[in-house]
């Protein structure tokens, strides 16, 4: 398993790649094909966000290990406009485009942990983790992870 996945975004076209590579990241991590879904399905929502108001970015994934439980960071980041109102994006039905406003809230609801980082006119990171903890398994280590 490779340390890092990063997937360029630039069209609708780009989430069909960034959605596989997050779920076969998943399920490598021993993550149940349900929760490999969410996780793909939350690339997903923060990649099109991309594609809408930035035009172009980049979405990152990795393994991250912590003690007895390993999870899937996922970091997408663009140069887009940024945004205005964090507060409201995160909201439920909020829209600056005239979508159903839930992709950001969403992603946030399929994961366990998510941060927004903005600045208007230089673009947003959204850092997002999902964790898998193994009953009664001994700590995890990068190594074993990877096999």
Do not use: Y
């Not at 690339?43 to 393994?63: F, K, L, Q, T, Y």
């Not at 409201?88 to 992603?107: E, F, N, Q, V």
């Amino acid at each position: 398993m490779e340390a890092e996945i990063r997937v360029p975004i630039r069209s609708d076209s780009d989430l069909v790649p960034a959605r596989a590579e997050g779920r076969s990241l998943a399920l490598e991590l021993g993550f149940s094909k349900t929760d490999a879904t969410l996780i793909a399905t939350a690339i997903s929502e923060v990649a099109r966000n991309i594609v809408v108001h930035a035009r172009s970015g980049e979405v990152v994934m990795r393994p991250i290990i912590d003690g007895a439980r390993c999870g899937v960071v996922v970091i997408a980041a663009d140069e887009g406009p940024g945004i205005r109102d964090i507060t409201a994006a995160i909201t439920d039905g909020w829209s600056t485009r005239g979508g159903l406003g839930l992709g950001l809230p969403g992603a946030r609801r399929l994961m366990d942990e998510f941060q927004i980082e903005s600045v208007l006119r230089r673009g947003t990171t959204v850092t997002m983790t999902k964790w898998r903890k193994a009953a009664g398994a001994p700590a995890l280590t990068l190594e074993s992870v990877h096999g």
